[in-house]
Structures are given as structure tokens and as C-alpha cells.
């Protein structure tokens, strides 16, 4: 088995006094879709900011393709290949959709094929290319926030929680979106709360419980077994 | 050729295009239209003014960075020129040397404050900025043997920039080197406005931008938001002491009350918001509202005294004496009713 794109050893997450990860350990593979499991407030947005580098571990390793990246700043571990898509999608409003996919396009000016693809993908992008992003709603703000990070073939793809608060057909555009990343063999974390959602695209599942990692295994394993959804989230996922 | 001017940033509302077109025409014939050496000095003021604005606002409204520092890069550059004339004597080599001195300078401290104060939070990098700026003001009153103290410095600028200098008349007004004096602050003030549209229009432009948003976020999608802000400050400061140097030119003199003092740094700010922050324009719009206003207010309000002289209660209100209540009451309402600053009321009821 080749060696996982990331991983995390043990890392401890501080926000102001509260010791927020207590020693997270995860792996993820490369080229699958590692889905982020768990009730609210366990760690799992940290754990991306973290491994973001928005916020800094104060123990513990980030091993990234090879490296170790505790130390970098944010901004070289996006040009190193990690691409972000915030649980508030992060979009500049003041800014036009254009300005904001070009301005994710660091390594310059954006390929014509991949943003014609793109376009393929989220048609509303195409449309509104000259709109100021505070005028998109919200579901196309989401699309935004996820095109600007497949903007450019990244290493690795971190995504909090693309589905939250969209309506249905909004949602079922994000997985069809995803599902096509996915075909292209990106490696993706993906914290998701739609258990649907994560049982549709995710190979691989990890399951966190106050700070830690406390599960991780194929996302099958965890989708079909009710009894260990309980144990490891406290209820069972009855998947639409 | 406009557009290419403008760098793409057109004014976006046609009271805009038409008040914007209204200054420059104003401020280019300014001579002509409005002789006299008064008015001739509000134009060079206005000018002077609307490029120390535009430089704050690409600090402000731009990058999203609150400093008290601008009119300490405003007085580096006017104490470049007039040092560097007392001590090489009058000649366009000591005001070349003076203004790249001056730019150099302020550069030189922007890019010092920026590099240890911008990665703490916004409120402590202004509180350094206000001590920083706090320092120099004292600094310069104490060093008067350098700087004349709180008097300050008049010298000599090259004779074809004074009025002694004399080559005809056109339209009955009199040609001489106060005319080509404002013209070189016309036009300079002019191209680095220019520039700075180009900067703000630019794929460095649109960074800073992001940052001011979301400087998280700028970070997380591969731009080092120390080295944007801190290029923005050294940016901003060059452009702010060349706004200096120029004043120093138009005046012959420089002391703590004209380029350095907390007061112009609290007209400069009331002037962003009064135009508009983040929209360039805004530093038009509002110098020229905000120094005719300081200069020409006291005078209407006398004429109003006058007109009113028989009504019971109304003189004693525009009573000329009374200019700086009025004016103050003036800003309380244009931020009340142009929250977004004039600019931005205009573009958004376009």
C-alpha cells in the first residue's frame, strides 16, 4: 500500500484556553475520499484548520506527501498542493466570481480546459462571472467556495461540510460535483454531517469523539453496521 | 484611452463621472477660472490632499489597515524637500534629492512598523502606529537645531517656481512660476493618482482586497498576508511622502502643524469616509469637499449673516464665527446619510 498523502500523529489543537485536540491520529489515503465523522463539537473543523495551518498544533505531526508541514504557514501549504474549502465557504463579496477563481489560481493565470469543466460542473458560475460573490446565494456561494479550490489541480482537497444548509437539488449538484473530483483519483478529506452524502462518496471513514480519532475503516463497514454507528456517534444513520 | 487611464475602474454612476469630470476641469483650469492667489492655494491644497487620501485609502479602505501613522510619511517627504534645500541651497538637484530622501525615508520606517507590528492584531498595530507617529511629532519639535522646532523651516525653491519668475499673461492672467509651480503639483498629484488606480485595479490590487475580507482565508488560498500588508504600507507611505515633498514645494515651508500634526491625520480619515473608503474616488471627492469646505465656509457663513441681518435667532447661528460647529454638524450628517461614504451612495443608487 503506498504511502497515505497525509497524516496526522497525535496532534494537540489549542483555541485560546480550551484544549480542543487532545492527540488526533489519522491517515489519508491517497487518491480516495476520507470522510470526517462525528457529533458537533468533537474537533473536526479544527482538525482541518489545523491541518490547514490556520491554526498551529501545539504537539504532534502533520506529515503532508512526505513532509512534515507543522511549521509552515498556511499560504506554502497551499502552494505545496492543499486545497481549502471552509465550513463558511470563506468567498470575498466584494470581489466578482471571476476575481475570485482567479485570485485561487496562484500558480497563474487558470487552465481554459479545467475552468470550461468547471463551468460544466457549477453552470451558475458561468453565469454570474462578472457578479459580485455577496450576490450569489447560498448554494452558489458553496459552489464557488469548492470551484475555487478545484481551480487548480490540487494534492490533497480538505472540505468542511460542502452540504450544509443547501437545499436538496443544490446538494445533489455539490455530490455530483464531488463524485467527479472523485473519478479524477484527487485525494479528499471531507467532513460531512449528511450521512447520505458521506456514505455516497466516501471510501474510507474516520470517526472522532472529543478531540481524538476513535474509529477509522472503510466508510462500508461503518455505513451497514448500525450498531457501531451507535457506539461511535450515538445514534444510527438511517441513510436516505 | 480613458478606460486605459482608469485602469478599468470606471466611476460607475454618471453623478460620479460628472462630479469627478467637475474637479479635474476645475483643478486643471484652476488658474483661469479662479484667479487670485487664495483660490490658487485651495487648488494646490485640494490637489496635494486627494493624493495623501487615495494613499490612505489603499491602506484603509484597500487592505483593511488602520494606521495614525499617514501624516508622519506626509511630513518625512515635506521635511525631505526643505532639508535638503536649507542645507544644498535652492536648486532642482536638492528638491530631487529632498523628495527621493523623503520617499526613501518613509519607506524605509512603513516597511519597519509593517514588518513588527502587522502580524499582531488590527486595534495594536494603530496603537503602535499612533506611538510611532507621537515619537517623530516630538522628535522633530526637540531636534530644532535640525528642524526649526516647532517654527519650522522656510527655503529657497528653484526661481522658476516663484512668483518672481514672470514669462507673459494669457486670458489676463499673469504666467509666472506660481503657475508652473501648480501645474507640477497638478500634474504629479495627477499621474500618482493614476498609479494608484492601477495599483488597487491590479492582481495585487484584488490580493489586498481579499485580505481586507478575509485575511484568513487570503492565507489558506496561498498569499503570505504579512508581505501584501507590509508592500501595502511601504506603498502607500512612499506615495504619502511624495504627497509631502509636493506641499513642501507648493508652500516653502514646513513645520509640525502643517505636515505633521494629529489634527491633519483626523481630516485625512474624515475625508475617506466622507468619499468613501475602497473606492479611490472617495479621496476626490471628499479633499475637495472637506478644503473647500475649511476654506470657504466662514465666508458663506459670513455672507448668510449678512443677508440675514433683519431675521431674529438666524445670524447669531451662521455667525462666521461658528464655521467649525458647522462644519462639524456637516460631517455628523454626510456619514448619517452616506454611511458608504458619498462614492459608494452614488454607485449603489446607480
Known sequence: MSEPILSLEAVETDIAQYHILKGVSLSVPRGQVTMLLGRNGVGKTTTMRTIMGLLRNKAGQIRFDGAEISGELASSRCRAGIGFVPEDMGIFSALTVEENMILAAVSGAPDRARLDWLFTVFPPLKTFWKAPAGTLSGGQKQMLSIARAMIEDRKLYLIDEPTKGLAPAIVSTMVGALRELKRQGASILMVEQNFAVARALGDHCVVMDDGRATWSGAMADLATDHALQERLMGLSMEAG | ?350
Not at chain 2, 492582481?203 to 492565507?219: H, M, S, T, Y
Open chain 2, 1 to 350: 484611452m480613458v478606460r486605459f487611464l482608469l485602469s478599468g475602474d470606471a466611476p460607475r454612476s454618471r453623478i460620479l463621472a460628472v462630479l469627478l469630470a467637475l474637479v479635474l476641469v476645475g483643478l486643471a483650469f484652476a488658474p483661469f477660472i479662479f484667479p487670485g492667489v487664495r483660490a490658487l492655494h485651495t487648488a494646490a491644497t485640494i490637489c496635494i490632499f486627494i493624493l495623501l487620501v487615495a494613499s490612505y485609502d489603499l491602506l484603509l479602505g484597500y487592505t483593511g489597515i488602520v494606521s495614525f501613522a499617514h501624516t508622519m510619511f506626509f511630513g518625512l517627504g515635506a521635511y525631505g524637500v526643505a532639508l535638503a534645500s536649507v542645507h544644498m541651497g535652492r536648486g532642482w538637484d536638492a528638491l530631487a534629492v529632498g523628495t527621493l530622501a523623503g520617499a526613501l525615508a518613509a519607506t524605509v520606517l512603513a516597511w519597519l512598523i509593517g514588518l513588527f507590528s502587522l502580524r499582531v492584531r488590527a486595534i495594536f498595530f494603530a496603537m503602535i502606529t499612533l506611538a510611532v507617529a507621537s515619537a517623530v511629532a516630538v522628535l522633530v519639535s526637540q531636534l530644532y537645531q535640525l528642524t526649526g522646532g516647532e517654527d519650522g523651516l522656510t527655503y529657497q525653491i528653484p526661481r522658476e517656481l516663484t512668483p518672481a519668475f514672470r514669462f507673459g499673461e494669457l486670458f489676463g492672467v499673469r504666467l509666472n512660476g506660481r503657475l508652473l509651480n501648480y501645474y507640477l503639483v497638478f500634474f504629479t498629484c495627477l499621474a500618482l493618482f493614476l498609479l494608484l488606480l492601477r495599483i488597487v485595479n491590479s492582481p495585487f490590487g484584488r490580493v489586498l482586497q481579499a485580505i481586507r475580507e478575509n485575511d484568513f482565508r487570503a492565507e489558506a488560498i496561498g498569499y503570505r498576508v504579512v508581505v501584501y500588508r507590509t508592500a501595502a504600507t511601504c506603498m502607500s507611505a512612499a506615495i504619502a511622502a511624495l504627497a509631502g515633498s509636493l506641499y513642501a514645494i507648493w508652500l516653502r515651508y514646513v513645520g509640525p502643524d502643517t505636515t505633521l500634526s494629529f489634527e491633519i491625520m483626523i481630516d485625512v480619515l474624515l475625508m475617506v469616509v466622507i468619499g468613501g473608503m475602497g473606492t479611490m474616488y472617495g479621496a476626490v471627492i471628499g479633499a475637495t469637499i472637506f478644503v473647500l469646505a475649511q476654506n470657504y465656509l466662514q465666508n458663506l457663513m459670513g455672507l448668510a449673516a449678512e443677508a440675514t441681518a433683519g431675521l431674529p435667532l438666524i445670524p447669531d447661528l451662521v455667525d462666521p464665527n461658528r464655521w467649525l460647529m458647522w462644519l462639524g454638524v456637516l460631517f455628523v450628517l454626510s456619514v448619517y446619510f452616506f454611511p458608504t461614504g458619498i462614492v459608494g451612495r452614488l454607485r449603489a443608487g446607480r
